[in-house]
Structures are given as C-alpha cells and as structure tokens.
C-alpha cells in the first residue's frame, strides 16, 4: 500500500568480503527516508543496488514496482540519484550540464528555476572545475533533480556546504517532498537525519539494526539526541 | 543523442589539444616536409615518386593513430576516473552513447584533417589527389575502425586518465614508426616490412599509397585492417569497465 521502493533480504559480497549480509526495507511514497550507518556499514552498496549500479547476490529490489537490472531504463527515468564521488567534465558549464541532462529526460524540470532554488543562479557561463565544492555539490542535487523524478536518491546531500547552504538545501528537500517525490537520504549527519527524515533504517554490518521515526530510536536507544542513539544503537564508539 | 554529441565537441574544441594534435600538428608537418626540397625529389627507390608523395598517406594515418590513441584514451578514462560513466550509468542515456558520441568527434575530426591535409597537399605542393578515390576513402575508413578499437582497448587497459595517456603513446610511437613516419615502408629491411605489413599503420597506409597510384589496395592489407578492428574492438569489450 503506497509503498514505491521495497527491499528484502537484499545481499551483496565482493570476493569473499560481504558489503550487505541482509538487508530489508520499504519506503513509502512521499517519504523522506533515511540509510544511516557507520561508514562501511553497507549504505553505499545498498543504494547502488537500488539504482541499478549494482546487481544483488540475493534477495528482491523492487522500485516503483520494477527491478532496477531487468527495467533499468523505465527506473532510471523516474529515480533521480546524487552520487557521493562522481564528477564532471572540468571544463563543462553549469548551463551545458543541465541542458545535456534535461536531454536525458522525456519531462524535464526548468533549469534557470533549478539552479536559483540551489543558490546557482547567474553561475550557468561557470565551468564546472571553477566551481566550488559546495557550488559542484549543489549542481549535482540540480541534476539529480531535474528529470523531475518520482524518487530521489541523495548520497551525503549536505556534505562540504556551509551552514546556511545546508539549511536551504533542507528547505528545498522538504518543498521537493511536498511536490510528491519520495526521497531516500543517505548520510552520516544526524541532525540533517533528525531535521529530515520521517523515518530511518540503521544499517550496521550490512544488516539493518533497527528502522523507525528519529523519535523511535532516540526513545528506544534511551537517548538524548539522535546522535547518541546513533552512537548507542552501533555499539561502539563512533 | 544530438545534445550529447555536441556537447561532447564543444568540450573537445574548448580542450584545445585535442585539435591541435589531430589537425594542426599533421598540417604542420605537411607543410615543414613540403618546403624541403629533399621531399620533393623523384626517387628510383619510390617507383619515381617523391618523398612527399609517400608521406600523404602516411600524415593521413597519422591522424587516425594520433586521435585514436593520444587524444581519445585519456578523456575516456579521465570520464571513467573521475565518475563521470558511473553518474550517466544511472541515467535512461546511460555510458554507452557517450563513447559513441566520443567516436563521432574523433570520426568528424578526422574528417576535417584528412581533407584539409589532401587540399593543402594538392594546392600547395602539386601532390596529386588519390587516383583511386573510393579504395583510398574504404581504407581511411577501415583503419579508422581499426585505430579507434586499439585506442577503445587502451582506454580499457588504463586505470585512469593519466594512465591511459602514457600507455597510448606507448602504443602510437611503434605504431607510427611501422607506419613509415620517420622511414618509409618501402625502404625498411624486409623483416621490418612484414612486420609493419601486420600492423594497422603499415596496412593502412600500404593500402593508401597504392590507392594514391590508382590501384585498388590489396585485400590482404583491408582484411588487416578489419581483423584489427574486429579483434581490438572484441577485447575491449570484454575488459571496458564503467567504473
């Protein structure tokens, strides 16, 4: 019922070492929905099994209903996705970017409004190598969302912005959701996770220790703050 | 498709090397070569051609190897590199066409250069234009095919960018010296000649110079051609990583 992305028993090794022993979880529509863990905990992996990127060993990935390998092109059609570590072409402008990426797409949001939501606007004639790392990392929200896709999927969203970047992007995240588009959060910043996220699955050991509200597991961890619950809830010192 | 291929050439303009290598470097050579009268004497050794007859096609192969394996090699795999295919493989236009909108440029590049190596050749320097016309363009065609798979298999092979950059010119400088860039094939020892005969610049520029003398080029040499391509292209397939 209303459920747009549904994991189960997902598994994934490379060699003999295992990034996701068992991994399961449903995200419905219209969620913010956050993968927290420690790092190496199998965020990464489980995300990339989402997108498509990567093929499980085992167990079901359904998005929208489909399976991100078979319908890879209908599910990347309406699954947005910022990547932690994936640039651009140095010498590509702001502009030229979010033209080629729009030609991806059959719908394709404006761009000029795009980039004034995410604090780019005027910045289209820019290179991409000129960029800041706070600029590139705004630009690459901008085309994870300029196919106006049903679902996002946002690796480390805030990391390397400044305070007040960080909590206009958060206001754009949360006028996106209000659109309709179910977003999955991954992130090691609590309170980017305890601001946003309507729910959370807590990954540790490629296996998820506990899902609930950010309210659920500060209660259930008996803590003060979703940090300390994070810390708890993981076991050792983070 | 079309955004794709154009942007992807306005990044190849705006990078200048790429450019300068593939059309202005061969153009350069063409013209230091034909201002020296030492190219521009009939020679016994060449069946009464000059030096600057043989060495059209040769600049011609030129052209391919150096946009095959200097210039497209590094972008891919600085594509590769810096995350840039993993991003696109989550996109419905995924990396695919980016490599095909990667060969367009090469293909249209070389295009532009050979022509303008063959005007400049013919109205500068009284070389004659390829009497056989359609064999000298299916060779251009077949080694082109052949230099690009080579240059795909190099681009497999690298790590990274800069990787990809040294083992492209580990390739390109036996390959164009097999070409006859510094000796021409006609004069090589014989072994060296064979050896030259199964390369993709030797074959393809064999197959030009006799094209050049109103011969339809031999078949063993475009056969070369297509099993180079045939072969480097499979390989490379097989060991192309996104990531």
Redesign the interface.
């Known amino acids: 019922m209303g459920s747009v992305i549904e994991v189960e028993h997902l598994h994934k090794s490379y060699g003999g070492t295992v990034a996701v022993d068992d991994v399961s979880f449903t995200v419905g529509q219209g969620e913010i929905f956050g993968i927290l863990g420690r790092n190496g905990a199998g965020k990464t992996t489980t995300v990339e099994c989402l997108v498509g990127l990567r093929r499980p060993d085992r167990g079901t990935v359904r998005v929208l209903g489909r399976d991100p390998q078979r319908d890879h092109a209908e599910v990347t059609r309406r699954v947005g996705v910022q990547l932690q570590d994936s640039q651009l072409p140095e010498r590509l402008r702001v502009g030229e970017a979010m033209r080629l990426y729009q030609s991806f797409y059959p719908e394709p949001a404006d761009s000029r409004e795009l980039l004034a939501q995410l604090g780019l606007a005027g910045r289209e004639r820019t290179p991409y190598g000129k960029l800041s790392g706070g600029q590139k990392q705004r630009l690459s929200i901008a085309l994870a969302l300029v196919g106006r896709p049903r679902i996002a999927v946002l690796d480390e969203l805030t990391t390397g912005l400044d305070p007040h970047a960080r909590r206009d992007t958060w206001d754009l995240i949360a006028g996106i959701r209000a659109g309709g588009v179910t977003i999955v959060l991954v992130t090691h910043f609590m309170p980017e996770a305890e601001r946003l996220c309507d729910r959370i699955a807590l990954i540790d050991a490629g296996r998820v220790l506990v899902t609930g509200s950010p309210g659920e597991l500060i209660a259930r961890a008996g803590q003060p703050t979703l940090e300390d619950a994070f810390v708890s809830l993981t076991g050792r010192n983070a | 498709m079309?955004?794709?291929t154009l942007?992807e050439l306005?990044?190849f303009l705006?990078?200048r090397s790429g450019p300068a290598f593939g059309v202005g470097l061969p153009l350069l050579l063409l013209v230091i070569f034909g201002n020296l009268p030492f190219y521009n004497k009939h020679r016994d050794d060449l069946g009464g051609l000059t030096l600057l007859d043989t060495y059209v096609p040769i600049l011609v192969a030129f052209v391919l190897a150096m946009l095959a394996l200097n210039v497209l090699p590094p972008v891919l795999a600085?594509?590769r590199e810096?995350?840039?295919l993993?991003?696109l493989?989550?996109?419905?236009?995924?990396p695919v066409r980016v490599l095909a909108a990667q060969l367009i440029v090469m293909l249209l590049t070389a295009v532009v250069s050979v022509a303008a190596l063959l005007l400049v050749a013919r109205f500068a320097f009284g070389v004659v234009l390829p009497r056989q016309f359609a064999g000298f363009l299916l060779t251009i065609l077949l080694a082109a095919l052949a230099l690009l798979a080579v240059g795909l298999l190099v681009t497999a092979a690298a790590p990274g960018g800069r990787a990809a950059n040294a083992l492209g010119a580990v390739v390109f400088y036996p390959l164009v010296f097999l070409g006859g860039l510094f000796l021409p094939i006609q004069t090589m020892p014989a072994t060296l000649r064979h050896l030259s005969h199964a390369t993709p610049m030797g074959a393809a520029v064999t197959a030009m110079q006799d094209a050049s003398n109103g011969h339809w080029p031999h078949w063993l040499a475009l056969v070369t051609l297509l099993a180079w391509a045939a072969g480097a292209a499979v390989l490379a397939a097989r060991l192309f990583r996104w990531e």
Do not use: F, H, M, S
């Open positions: 079309i955004t794709l942007t306005r990044l705006r990078e600085g594509y810096k995350g840039v993993r991003r493989r989550t996109t419905p236009v995924g």
